[in-house]
């Protein structure tokens, strides 16, 4: 699976919006973006995934460059319930591919 | 819809002692992963069960460590003996289904684990 690197840690205020880079520079054509996040404590939690286009859903927004060498994860109005560690994973959708996690963004929602 | 049971919480075992974790993963999951995630780093993946055959072993350290899905549901992970180095959270997961980009990981809340 292709190598992901996220910044160690980002800063954001209540009520903005968040957003998270991931640059996946070797993504090969049969590997989607995923993003987990793990609150502290907890176990990872699954927030959205794509292919090339760009996805939404009732957590967040993932917009991937068309050249698909980085993507944005996108919280659009953050609360400090979103202070978790961010994880961006490339992961070939053929077979029983696992999850490699990197060690993530920690980003903190401050009030 | 019940999530991901893993016990005990917590447990404090001096090195070379043994120590076993319980998971029972969402009902009708076929798939079963056990994590292990070291202070400051994400999880690894150390065994991947498909209803009760191993998928993937390739990171377990199999001269210490342990796991077995009897029937397909529940599934144990053991240390024999500890090392400090196994000092670490070790988390289940399941999924309903195992591949294709859809495949959804469902975390429990971790088994902490401390060796003095």
């Known amino acids: 699976d292709a190598k992901t690197t996220q910044p160690p840690s980002m800063d954001c205020a209540e009520g903005r919006a968040a957003n998270l880079p991931c640059n996946h520079s070797?993504?090969?054509?049969?590997?989607?973006v995923y993003w987990y996040r793990q609150i502290h404590s907890q176990g990872p939690q699954y927030i959205i995934h794509?292919?090339?286009n760009n996805e939404t859903n009732e957590m967040a927004s993932l917009i991937i460059t068309e050249d698909r060498k980085s993507s944005t994860l996108i919280l659009p109005h953050a609360t400090l319930r979103d202070t978790a560690v961010y994880y961006c994973i490339a992961r070939s959708f053929q077979g029983a591919q696992k999850l490699v996690f990197g060690q993530g963004t920690r980003l903190t929602i401050n009030p | 819809e019940a999530g991901v049971a893993q016990s005990p919480r917590y447990k404090i075992i001096e090195k070379r002692q043994s120590v076993a974790f319980w998971c029972n993963p969402i009902?009708?999951?076929?798939?079963l992963y056990w994590y292990q995630q070291i202070l400051g780093q994400g999880p690894k993946l150390l065994i991947q069960f498909q209803n009760n055959g191993v998928v993937d072993d390739s990171q377990l350290p199999k001269d210490r460590f342990s796991a077995e899905r009897l029937k397909g549901v529940d599934s144990t992970l053991k240390i024999q003996p500890a090392k400090l180095e196994d000092s670490a959270v070790y988390l289940c997961?399941?999924?309903?289904?195992?591949?294709?980009?859809?495949?959804?990981?469902?975390f429990g809340p971790g088994t902490r684990l401390l060796v003095l």
């Open positions: 070797t993504i090969s054509g049969n590997e989607y």
């Open positions: 009902s009708g999951h076929a798939t």
């Open positions: 997961a399941s999924s309903l289904l195992a591949g294709g980009h859809r495949e959804t990981q469902y």
């Open positions: 794509g292919l090339k």
